[in-house]
């Protein structure tokens, strides 16, 4: 089963109530949408959405198990396979061996944790805004490990490897994708 993206925030909202994970979902969610439609994929826009809508969907309840509970409950509700792995594989070296392999995998990977970063950034500006959020500013950002500690650098620097993109393309797109998202304030 292939939930609609309305249909797969009804599951997430099944094993998460808290705000912060919500926006992080309907965020990560809009950014892979826009993603799918910047790398030529527009025709499984939804399908990515879905995948970034649900990627968190086990965090909230269990965190230690997060990216393998994931997998169960999905299994479960006979959400096709394809979404149990590419949820599971943005946990790749941290919870489970499941290597980010398509593009669309790859994408939500390094995007994740960069999301979080450019949003702490944004609040920073005088605007509190992503819509005159540069690059340069993040890239000031991620260099102080004490700024959004919580967002691996390492991660997000892996993702842009595996996507064959510097970190200035991956910030940018991030921006210009979050920019895209009704979620962001």
Avoid at 45 to 66: K, M, S, T, Y
Avoid at 127 to 146: A, I, M, N, P, Q
Avoid at 147 to 174: H, N, P, Y
Wanted: negative net charge; hydrophobic residues 40%.
């Amino acid at each position: 089963m292939i939930p609609t993206p309305e249909e797969a925030f009804e599951i997430l909202k099944e094993y998460n109530s808290g705000d912060f994970h919500l926006k992080h979902a309907h965020i990560v969610g809009d950014c892979m949408r826009w993603f799918a439609n910047e790398l030529g994929y527009g025709e499984e826009a939804d399908f990515w959405q879905i995948v970034g809508v649900l990627h968190d969907l086990d965090f909230e309840q269990f965190p230690e198990q997060h990216c393998v509970k994931s997998q169960e409950i999905m299994r479960e509700k006979g959400i096709d396979e394809r979404i149990v792995r590419a949820t599971a594989s943005h946990g790749y070296g941290i919870t489970v061996d499941i290597k980010p392999e398509h593009e669309m995998e790859k994408v939500l990977f390094a995007v994740d944790e960069l999301t979080g970063l450019v949003g702490a950034a944004a609040v920073m500006r005088p605007s509190g805004s992503v819509d005159d959020l540069e690059v340069k500013s993040v890239k000031k950002k991620f260099k102080d490990k004490r700024f959004a500690a919580g967002c691996s650098r390492e991660v997000i620097q892996q993702g842009a490897e595996m996507l064959g993109w510097d970190l200035d393309t991956l910030i940018d797109k991030t921006i210009l994708a979050m920019r895209a998202s009704s979620a962001v304030d």
